[in-house]
């Protein structure tokens, strides 16, 4: 991936939200997510992002999936943010996440064993961007 499609962004405001309970997907896949509701007009075009997420009075690099997850259900939208680096209970917390870089689109995977190793994938772009952006290092 070279640095153009990383840094394709479309810039936005950061959104804000409550985090809910979700079906604990990105538990059982080994990258938990804080999960917020949107409506679509209200985040970027649907993809995989580095983000950063603001909770509590603390900033974390995050890697966040939004959109309808066509892998599993393709659902209502929903912002699935990994806090990278995190241990703890996010539930009933307002999260605010600001988009930082674009890393793809949505997309179907041929395996759910592919799909993790695409969001390890993710993860450690994500880490890149916000380290390269002197966000965190």
Same mark, same amino acid.
């Given at each position: 991936?070279?640095?153009?499609?990383?840094?394709?962004?479309?810039?936005?405001? +950061? %959104?804000?939200?409550?985090?809910?309970?979700?079906?604990?997907?990105?538990?059982? @896949?080994?990258? +938990?997510?804080?999960? @917020?509701? @949107? =409506?679509?007009?209200?985040? +970027? +075009?649907?993809?995989?992002?580095?983000?950063? =997420?603001?909770?509590?009075?603390?900033?974390?690099?995050?890697?966040?999936?939004?959109?309808?997850?066509?892998?599993? $259900?393709?659902?209502?939208?929903?912002?699935?943010?990994? @806090?990278? $680096?995190?241990?703890?209970?996010?539930?009933?917390? $307002?999260?605010?996440?600001?988009? %930082?870089?674009?890393?793809?689109?949505?997309? #179907?995977?041929?395996?759910?064993? =592919?799909? #993790?190793?695409? #969001? =390890?994938?993710?993860?450690?772009?994500?880490?890149? #961007?916000?380290?390269?952006?002197?966000?965190?290092?």
């Amino acid at each position: 991936m070279n640095n153009r499609q990383v840094l394709d962004v479309i810039p936005s405001s +950061p %959104v804000m939200g409550q985090v809910l309970h979700g079906q604990k997907v990105g538990r059982r @896949l080994g990258f +938990p997510t804080a999960n @917020l509701s @949107l =409506a679509e007009a209200d985040g +970027p +075009p649907f993809g995989v992002y580095a983000v950063l =997420a603001r909770v509590g009075g603390h900033c974390y690099a995050a890697s966040a999936s939004w959109g309808r997850r066509p892998h599993f $259900d393709n659902g209502r939208p929903l912002l699935e943010v990994h @806090l990278l $680096d995190f241990e703890g209970d996010l539930y009933g917390c $307002d999260l605010e996440v600001e988009f %930082v870089a674009r890393l793809r689109g949505e997309q #179907i995977f041929s395996s759910t064993d =592919a799909l #993790i190793e695409q #969001i =390890a994938i993710d993860v450690r772009t994500t880490r890149s #961007i916000l380290s390269n952006i002197g966000a965190f290092m």
